[in-house]
């Protein structure tokens, strides 16, 4: 029989976070067998060939965390893995993402990607502020290509601190977008499990230009317009996610997309289940594998 796991970062969670514990027990409540395991107590054997201690080929994997390479071992030792490894990737690094969204020609932000850097930020990139400055102007935002919870999202008023910031990421990868005045201090999170969206709310925080609930934002629930569904659904497709939060500016600009977007809330506000919802996608998904 088939174990189904909801593997997380035990690096940076000492017990299961929020939406492990919800994925469990919407995994419990369909009769499967289930366990929580930390990517810190998977053993991965890489030759003579791929295998991840304990879980074995057949297996079935919610990957809540962002270890790619554990979640590519996963995969090439026979367990199905949900979201792919390839899909956490693309949206792991916001870069990643605008290139395949743009590539389809999704609505969003003028983003500009910063050159690549080492140890120091230093004269090198100087034409590219220069370059942003004109094409975006100010304020601007300044995103780091890896980050969660808007930790990572800064706002950038003048050149001076634009400079401040560039010249801090040293040799960590960012990005810089144009400002949307329209959408400060307010997004809208739409909730794609399969093929339509399950739950959506509007995050509106009065204190900062970033919307997210970890900065102070207030949830309300919403009820999307058909056009925002499609775009939902359709950013996750472009990114192979079977689930995922997609965040929407003003005037249906895609923000951002998220393989792991958090559950409570958006299940708080709106009385969706959305774990239970995943769940039975997956137990789907595997059905028709089968």
Same mark, same amino acid.
């Given at each position: 029989m088939?174990? @189904? ?11 299961? *976070? ?55 071992? %996963?995969?090439?030792? !026979? ?5 792919s ?21 999704i *609505? ?6 910063a050159?690549?850097? @080492?140890? $120091?930020?230093?004269e *090198? ?9 004109? $094409? ?14 808007? $930790?990572?999202? @800064? %706002?950038a008023?003048?050149?001076? +601190? ?16 144009? @400002? ?5 201090? +307010? ?31 207030k949830?309300?629930?919403?009820? *999307?317009?058909? $056009? +925002?569904?499609?775009?939902?659904v359709r950013?996750?497709?472009?990114? !192979? ?11 249906g ?10 559950m ?27």
């Amino acid at each position: 029989m088939k174990t @189904y796991f909801v593997i997380y970062n035990g690096f940076w969670n000492t017990t299961p *976070p929020d939406p492990v514990v919800r994925l469990e027990a919407a995994l419990v409540q369909t009769g499967v067998t289930v366990r929580v395991l930390k990517n810190t107590d998977c053993t991965v054997t890489l030759a003579p060939v791929v295998s991840v201690d304990p879980v074995r080929a057949g297996d079935v994997v919610l990957f809540w965390d962002k270890d790619t390479r554990l979640a590519r071992a %996963l995969e090439a030792a !026979g367990v199905s893995v949900y979201n792919s490894a390839a899909a956490v990737a693309l949206c792991d690094d916001k870069s990643e993402t605008h290139r395949v969204l743009a590539g389809y020609g999704i *609505p969003m932000p003028k983003t500009l990607l910063a050159p690549m850097t @080492y140890l $120091e930020v230093a004269e *090198p990139i100087e034409p590219f502020l220069t370059v942003a400055e004109k $094409e975006l102007g100010f304020p601007l935002v300044v995103k780091e290509c890896f980050g969660s919870l808007g $930790e990572q999202v @800064y %706002l950038a008023k003048t050149r001076e +601190e634009l400079h401040t910031l560039a010249y801090g990421m040293r040799h960590r990868p960012f990005l810089l977008q144009e @400002y949307v005045r329209d959408a400060a201090g +307010e997004d809208k999170r739409l909730y794609v499990v399969g093929d339509r969206v399950v739950a959506a709310m509007k995050r509106i925080n009065s204190s900062d230009f970033r919307a997210n609930i970890a900065h102070g934002g207030k949830a309300l629930a919403y009820t *999307p317009t058909p $056009e +925002e569904e499609s775009l939902a659904v359709r950013c996750c497709r472009f990114l !192979g996610l079977h689930f995922g939060g997609v965040d929407l500016l003003q005037g249906g600009l895609v923000c951002e997309v998220n393989s792991n977007a958090q559950m409570a809330g958006i299940t708080a506000c709106t009385g969706v289940d959305v774990a239970g919802a995943i769940a039975k996608e997956v137990l789907r998904l595997e059905e028709r594998r089968s």
